[in-house]
């Protein structure tokens, strides 16, 4: 059975600070690794995605580090803002399917 | 430009009955997929179709069946209702596969 594991579970940041959210999965034939965010009574949205032969991706606040080794994957949010206080999912994937993990919370505080 | 929407919005069956969920998803996406949420977890992965064809099958009973129009929209059908079919229902939408999916905000279907 494929397994993604989400860590932490929830998370409490001050406005201006680093959230940090891991994964890690153990299928190696995932190829595309995403996290999405989901806000209360909606579908989860894209934010971000990375590919397995970069290690690195950034866009705005909100960046991704890859360890294809490690099988591993982590999303970095800079800047927290309240607005960022949402469910996060990571959701490693392959052709056919996305695998979420179990979601972490992420609460952000003025 | 519209986003995958999905009707209806909320709904509420008794056990045992059926329920028909549509999903239309975003203009030039071929692939549709269905996924199950259950409170407090993550979604899980249904149906993919693309191209009319079914590409994909989650861990899921036979009482859940799904199908692909020539429009690309799709419908999930849900037979035998149970309780523990409660969940928000979510169809995403792809030009191919699982790559860059655009959720609906689902169907939040409740089983009494």
């Known amino acids: 059975q494929q397994q993604v594991k989400q860590s932490p579970q929830s998370l409490i940041v001050q406005k201006g600070g680093i959230s940090i959210i891991n994964c890690a999965y153990e299928n190696t034939a995932f190829d595309y690794f995403p996290w999405y965010q989901q806000f209360p009574g909606k579908g989860p949205a894209l934010l971000i995605a990375?590919?397995?032969?970069?290690s690195e991706k950034k866009e705005g606040r909100f960046t991704i580090s890859f360890n294809k080794s490690a099988k591993q994957f982590s999303l970095h949010i800079m800047d927290s803002q309240p607005g960022d206080s949402a469910t996060y999912f990571c959701a490693p994937a392959n052709t056919d399917k996305l695998i979420f993990g179990t979601g972490t919370r992420l609460q952000v505080f003025p | 430009d519209a986003g995958v929407t999905q009707s209806p919005t909320h709904l509420i069956k008794t056990r045992g009955q059926h329920v028909t969920l549509r999903c239309s998803p975003i203009?030039?996406?071929?692939?549709v997929s269905w996924y199950q949420q259950v409170l407090g977890q993550g979604p899980q992965f249904i149906f993919q179709?693309?191209?009319?064809?079914?590409?994909g099958r989650g861990n899921f009973p036979d009482r859940f069946s799904a199908r692909q129009f020539p429009n690309y929209s799709s419908e999930l059908n849900v037979n035998a209702l149970l309780l523990g079919d409660s969940a928000l229902y979510l169809c995403a939408s792809s030009r191919r596969g699982a790559y860059g999916y655009t959720f609906g905000s689902g169907t939040r279907l409740t089983v009494v």
């Open positions: 990375i590919r397995p032969d970069v």
């Open positions: 203009s030039g996406h071929k692939s």
């Open positions: 179709y693309y191209e009319k064809e079914e590409r």
